[in-house]
């Protein structure tokens, strides 16, 4: 038999077809636990960032009622703030004692708000800007205490002079 018929006979189509069948097997048997493996590790993938975003969306959500609390101080703090600024330059330009009533009303007010900001973030870097905004506070009250107790001696323009100074601006 010539060796090319001899390839081509259907005994050796059959063996061909054996081995070929034989030797993809163990190929496609690797596949499958490969995909299995690489769909578990997606799936415990996806299961931790699932968790991790529901543990910081929880987070987040518990701050909430903190962050809307301290928004209403901040807003308190500044109205106050305005409030006892331009009841002390009134009462400086007017010489009229209800504007001082009106600062000693308000004052404690502003300390409390200035307190409560500080408790609600004692730890965070906005408590050391409420930490700031105290002692800054602490100051300006200093300096509108000496402008009223100027005011009490009748030394009117030295109180205007203090409360229009740069150093009660800033």
């Known amino acids: ?33 490969k995909l299995v493996l690489a769909a578990a590790i997606s799936l415990l993938i996806l299961g931790w960032l699932s968790w991790d975003a529901y543990h910081h969306y929880r987070e987040v959500e518990s ?7 301290l928004e209403t101080v901040r807003t308190q703090i500044v109205h ?39 408790r609600l973030v004692p730890n965070a870097s906005q408590g050391a800007a409420a930490a700031k905004t105290d002692a800054a506070n602490v100051a300006l009250v200093a300096m509108e205490h000496r402008a009223f107790e100027l005011l009490g001696r009748g030394e009117k323009a030295e109180a205007q002079r203090l409360l229009s100074s740069a150093e009660y601006a800033t």
Not at 63 to 69: E, F
Not at 101 to 108: C, I, S
């Open 1 to 33: 038999m010539p060796l090319g018929i001899a390839f081509f006979s259907p005994e050796a189509v059959r063996n061909k077809l054996v081995m070929n069948k034989f030797s993809e097997r163990p190929h496609r048997d690797l596949l499958r636990p």
């Open 80 to 118: 106050l703030d305005e409030v006892l600024t331009m009841s002390a330059r009134m009462a400086a330009a007017t010489g009229n004692p209800d504007w001082e009533a009106r600062y000693r009303r308000f004052e404690p007010q502003l300390d409390q708000a200035i307190k409560e900001a500080l």
């Open 63 to 69: 701050r909430l009622p903190v962050i809307a609390r």
